[in-house]
């Protein structure tokens, strides 16, 4: 059961390196119908910037899910 991470980071709308990265990822995603498909859009959702408490590993600075809230994404399809 593989999974798929599709990273994209482009802040251009319509980009052409993100539509082939999409188109790819689909594709992998039809071969593999049994995997999960996990895209995250860092242009629009970038990730938080490690701090003094996230290199602590301390649970308390909320690392996780809690931390990254709606920029954690679900899987797709």
């Given at each position: 059961m593989p999974s798929i991470l599709l990273l994209t980071a482009s802040?251009?709308?319509g980009s052409f390196s993100t539509q082939?990265?999409?188109?790819?990822?689909e594709r992998l995603r039809?071969?593999?119908p049994a995997g999960a498909l996990l895209?995250?859009?860092?242009?629009?959702?970038?990730?938080p910037h490690i701090d003094s408490g996230f290199t602590?590993?301390?649970p308390?600075?909320?690392?996780?899910?809690?931390?990254?809230?709606s920029r954690c994404n679900p899987p797709v399809g």
């Amino acid at each position: 059961m593989p999974s798929i991470l599709l990273l994209t980071a482009s802040p251009r709308p319509g980009s052409f390196s993100t539509q082939i990265a999409v188109e790819l990822a689909e594709r992998l995603r039809a071969a593999n119908p049994a995997g999960a498909l996990l895209h995250r859009d860092l242009a629009t959702n970038p990730l938080p910037h490690i701090d003094s408490g996230f290199t602590a590993g301390d649970p308390q600075t909320g690392r996780g899910p809690e931390r990254c809230g709606s920029r954690c994404n679900p899987p797709v399809g």
